[in-house]
């Protein structure tokens, strides 16, 4: 959040490390509510009464919905102001950065 309301208006034109950081953690985000969103399906799936995993399962979908469309929307003002050979190669890094991290 302070990326994104303080920084991004300061520096978000001037500084790459911005909007990919915004993008990089919030895919980390994602790939987290993806492996926990996968977990409550099989648990839905897989025959058990109606338990809590039915509302993490709900809560991982929105949560991996509102990542990814918040992630998207950096990513392509990331594209638009910098060189997109930049903006890959330094989101590959933080991305898996992140996700290492937060696994």
């Known amino acids: 959040m302070v990326l994104i309301f303080v920084f991004t208006p300061r520096y978000g034109n001037k500084n790459i490390l911005v909007y990919i950081l915004i993008c990089s953690i919030l895919g980390s985000f994602t790939v987290m509510s993806c492996k926990g969103m996968s977990l409550g399906i099989k648990e839905i799936f897989g025959g058990r009464p109606l ?47 992140f996700v290492m991290f937060s696994s």
């Not at 991982?60 to 992630?71: A, H, K, M």
């Open 51 to 97: 338990t809590a995993s039915y509302l993490y399962t709900y809560l991982f979908g929105i949560i991996l919905v509102v990542c990814i469309l918040i992630q998207m929307n950096y990513m392509n003002k990331a594209l638009d102001l910098f060189n997109t050979a930049i903006v890959t190669t330094v989101y590959y890094v933080l991305f898996t950065l």
